[in-house]
C-alpha cells in the first residue's frame, strides 16, 4: 500500500530555513515524478515545486523560486524540500505528492518571530 510520511516542519523565525522530508513505501519511487504542494489558511492547495523522476528537471512556483530546492534520493525511497529564507507567507502545511491521487499527512511550517 502507498504511504507518504512527511517529516520536518516547525517554527522558525523569518530568514530562516527548514529541511522537509517525504519518506515513501509501497510504490516504485524511482518511477515516478513527485511533486511538492501547500496550502495556507483560508487558501487553496497550490503547487509548491515539482522534480521529474531521475532529478533532471525541477520545476517551481515563482513565489518559491531561488529560495527552495526539491531533491530525491531514490535509493532511500525520499523526496526532500530544502527551504531558504523563509517569510511569514510560507506558512502553510506542506504536502508531498504521488501522482495521480496519493498524499501525504502533511506537515505544519510556521514563519513568525
Known amino acids: 500500500q502507498v504511504q507518504l510520511v512527511e517529516s520536518g516542519g516547525g517554527l522558525v523565525q523569518p530568514g530562516g530555513s527548514l529541511r522537509l522530508s517525504c519518506v515513501t513505501s509501497?510504490?516504485?519511487?524511482?518511477?515516478?515524478?513527485m511533486l511538492w504542494y501547500r496550502q495556507a489558511p483560508g487558501k487553496e492547495r497550490e503547487l509548491v515545486a515539482v522534480?521529474?523522476?531521475?532529478?533532471?528537471?525541477?520545476v517551481y512556483a515563482d513565489s518559491v523560486k531561488g529560495r527552495f530546492t526539491i531533491s530525491r534520493d531514490n535509493a532511500k525511497n525520499t523526496l526532500y524540500l530544502q527551504m531558504n529564507s523563509l517569510k511569514p507567507e510560507d506558512t502553510a502545511v506542506y504536502y508531498c505528492?504521488?501522482?495521480?491521487?496519493?498524499w501525504g499527512q502533511g506537515t505544519q511550517v510556521t514563519v513568525s518571530s
Open positions: 522534480i521529474r523522476t531521475t532529478s533532471s528537471r525541477t
Open positions: 509501497g510504490f516504485i519511487f524511482s518511477n515516478y515524478d
Open positions: 505528492f504521488r501522482p495521480i491521487d496519493y
